[in-house]
């Protein structure tokens, strides 16, 4: 028996069958169908700072074991904002890219980024993964590596490594189910003012005529699927940020995860007018992209969280990770969460400065988090 890390610049070199055998769950943003689809649909560019080198480890020629990683030649897309330490390595002579990045492109959810396949030795393939990233850093001379939005096991192994990754964590806010069965049975929950103010939210909606569907991924043809990114074209470009997921991307990620991609549609007549895509696992939903023409009063609460919640209900799941950021979403049942991210940094001097700061972030962090739950929605 041999093992041997490998490069794979391509994801479709791999059999998916082969990759996803590897992860621990169904969270959709592991799967090959999602990382291959971003390479195939022309949604990870050079110019834009994105190069795919996934890391395989193989039993002769078995794949074992993997990470999705890209060489990294700016900090867009990632949401762990790390450009303030670039800037600090440029200003002392250096260079902070390229970078090596183990993430999900332009997807903040958590979830495994070592995915190691279930049985015996799982540990020893998670440390031989780590191992070759920090072996592929050394190796190419680049200044660091980033583990992004990390699961318990992830940082589990980065613990007991002896590499000593800097923690980083920040907010996210999250919906969980308490044991509710209708809408109705979280609003009550709720304290009366939150309560009040998400009815008076929803009726707005109502009041304006747009008419709201869910519907899934299977049921658009070309034509709503092209309606669709046009939305979330024309709402990116307005606040100018880069689109840089396709067209292709989009109706590719429709049919490659049947049950998986959900949309909460607006609708006026028989014109699209906004739109809020989400995928799901067997436990959680993740609200990922959002476009729309009108400006109705609570039409973004009501698609990107309220139909979200009401999907959740319906299908027994869970937990619901709208999205990064936005302390607006506490008023409206979301939690806040803390998330994870584990980095070296190649360069001594600049190593002792982030951990420095780090460690003062972690307090800063932890303490508005425990601030914002003081200021928790519900009841009880």
């Given amino acids: ?14 059999a998916a069958a082969d990759w996803d055998a590897l992860r621990p769950d169904d969270n959709p943003f592991l799967c090959h169908a999602f990382l291959a689809g971003l390479e195939q649909h022309g949604c990870l560019r050079a110019e834009w700072g994105w190069q795919a080198q996934h890391l395989g480890l193989f039993e002769d020629d078995r ?25 600090a390595l440029e200003r002392a002579g250096g260079d902070y890219y390229p970078k090596l990045l183990c993430a999900v492109p332009y997807s903040p ?14 540990d020893a393939r998670r440390a031989a993964l780590l191992a070759g990233l920090r072996e592929l850093m050394l190796g190419e001379h680049l200044s660091s590596t980033h583990l992004l939005f990390l699961e318990a096991d992830d940082l589990a192994a980065c613990a007991r490594d002896d590499a ?44 304006s005529g747009l008419r709201i569907e869910w519907r899934a991924s299977t049921s658009l043809d070309a034509q709503a ?3 669709v990114h046009a939305l979330y074209l024309d709402t990116f470009d307005a606040h100018g940020n880069l689109a840089a997921l396709s067209a292709d991307f989009f109706a590719h990620l429709g049919a490659a995860l049947p049950g998986q991609v959900w949309l909460a549609l607006a609708w006026r007549g028989i014109r699209m007018v906004a739109m809020a895509l989400f995928l799901n696992s067997s436990s959680t939903l993740y609200g990922r992209y959002w476009g729309s023409r009108e400006n109705a009063p609570g039409l973004h609460f009501e698609l990107c969280y309220y139909q979200g919640i009401e999907h959740c209900l319906r299908a027994g799941l869970q937990r619901f990770e709208p999205g990064a950021q936005g302390e ?18 190649a360069h001594a001097d600049l190593r002792r400065a982030v951990a420095q700061y780090l460690a003062q972030e972690q307090l800063q962090v932890r303490a508005w988090r425990d601030e914002l739950l003081t200021h928790s929605p519900y009841a009880q």
């Fill in 225 to 227: 699927w092209a309606a």
């Fill in 164 to 207: 000593h990754w800097l923690a980083r964590s920040d907010v996210q806010f999250h919906w969980s189910n308490r044991g509710w069965h209708t809408f109705e049975d979280f609003l009550a929950a709720l304290r009366h003012k939150k309560r009040k103010s998400i009815r008076a939210e929803r009726a707005q909606v109502v009041a």
């Fill in 1 to 14: 028996m041999t093992l041997a890390l490998r490069i794979l610049e391509r994801l479709d070199t791999i």
């Fill in 63 to 87: 794949l074992v074991a993997a990470a999705p990683l890209y060489l990294k030649f700016n900090s867009h897309g990632e949401f762990v904002f790390d450009q303030a330490w670039a800037q």
């Fill in 109 to 122: 959810v958590v979830g495994p980024r070592l995915l190691v396949g279930a049985g015996a030795g799982a």
């Fill in 328 to 345: 607006h979403k506490l008023a409206r049942g979301f939690l806040p969460t803390l998330t994870h991210s584990r980095h070296i940094i």
